[in-house]
């Protein structure tokens, strides 16, 4: 992950090859260098993938992983099986983990490519977002940029105080 508090940022354009594989930008080289190479992909939103150090994702999830399924043992749950059922579909197939290659090269496994809506050849949007890596398809970045950027100032000044 990245130094403490080191945050990973910036905004490149990046062509996904015939083999689906991406090579992240090597500005992001200094900030995200995952131990062994190991990290996970996810799904955030339709047209967003998200790329973290292994170790920090599964610190977060575990812990909250292992919340529901104290509460599961303590039969605290029964009465919410379909959300629980509905956890699980969406935990089974949110994620997986994955290998960095040679020149920061990330794979984009069958399922999550088809989630990004992108083909050999497609350009995507590679962005810095604070803690993690995000793989946008790019009109749904352009969309969600446009939304969101005029609220710049009022996070900033949310997050800062």
């Given at each position: 992950m990245?130094?403490?508090g080191?945050?990973?940022?910036?905004?490149?354009?990046?062509?996904?090859?015939?083999?689906?594989?991406?090579?992240?930008?090597?500005e992001?080289?200094?900030?995200?260098?995952?131990d062994?190479?190991?990290?996970?992909?996810?799904k955030?939103?339709?047209?967003?993938?998200?790329?973290?150090?292994?170790?920090?994702?599964k610190?977060?999830?575990?812990?909250r992983?292992?919340?529901?399924?104290?509460?599961?043992?303590?039969?605290?749950?029964?009465?919410?099986?379909?959300?629980?059922?509905?956890?699980?579909?969406?935990?089974?197939?949110?994620?997986?983990?994955?290998?960095?290659?040679?020149?920061?090269?990330?794979?984009l496994p069958e399922?999550?490519?088809?989630f990004?809506?992108?083909e050999?050849?497609?350009?995507?949007?590679?962005?810095?977002?604070?803690?993690?890596?995000e793989?946008?398809?790019?009109?749904?970045?352009?969309?969600?940029?446009e939304?969101?950027?005029s609220?710049?100032?009022?996070?900033?000044d949310t997050l800062?105080?």
């Amino acid at each position: 992950m990245s130094g403490a508090g080191e945050f990973i940022v910036g905004e490149y354009s990046r062509k996904i090859d015939e083999r689906y594989r991406l090579t992240l930008p090597s500005e992001f080289e200094s900030v995200f260098k995952p131990d062994s190479g190991k990290c996970v992909i996810a799904k955030e939103r339709p047209g967003c993938l998200s790329l973290w150090d292994e170790e920090t994702w599964k610190a977060k999830l575990d812990e909250r992983v292992n919340l529901v399924q104290t509460k599961l043992r303590l039969g605290d749950l029964e009465q919410k099986m379909p959300e629980l059922q509905r956890f699980g579909r969406i935990l089974s197939t949110r994620h997986r983990e994955l290998q960095l290659a040679g020149r920061s090269r990330v794979l984009l496994p069958e399922g999550f490519r088809e989630f990004l809506a992108v083909e050999p050849g497609n350009d995507v949007m590679v962005i810095g977002a604070a803690v993690c890596i995000e793989i946008w398809h790019p009109q749904k970045w352009i969309n969600y940029l446009e939304g969101e950027i005029s609220e710049f100032r009022t996070l900033l000044d949310t997050l800062s105080h």
